[in-house]
């Protein structure tokens, strides 16, 4: 995968304008995850919600033979905006223990809710893995 980012454009913080991606290989489509652990239950704030999200994202990954490295593309759905930008350092900490230094092109919306009303993220991945 290369990353593009005209030289000219100022480098985005936290995700990237886009890649390309040539050549054979395997695509990973997950359905939006959101912040529920393994019991369904959800931790009341925002930033341990993202947490659990994307925990969950990583294992899905690597029942597919992928990693965060090979991520194309996330999609982020979010019901506060106040929330989120309230929680910044704590979703920031959780990037860094799940996908460490990667920044995928990603896309951020604010919703009016979700399907389960205790969810306050849902994270949508697309990955592809290049053929060995």
Known sequence: MRV???????????????????????????AGQTGGDEKG???????????????????LLAEAGAGPQHIVRLTWYLTSKSEYEAAGAGIGAAWKETL?????????????????????VEIEVTAFVPAA
């Open 41 to 59: 239950d959800y931790a009341p704030d925002l930033a341990s919600q993202a947490g659990a999200a994307l925990k969950r994202i990583i294992r």
């Open 4 to 30: 593009l980012q005209p030289a000219d454009w100022s480098k985005p913080r936290g995700f990237s304008h886009g890649v390309v991606v040539d050549g054979p290989g395997k695509w990973i489509v997950l």
């Open 100 to 120: 460490g230094r990667n920044f995928p092109p990603s896309t951020l919306l604010y919703i009016g809710g979700l399907v389960d009303e205790r969810a306050k």
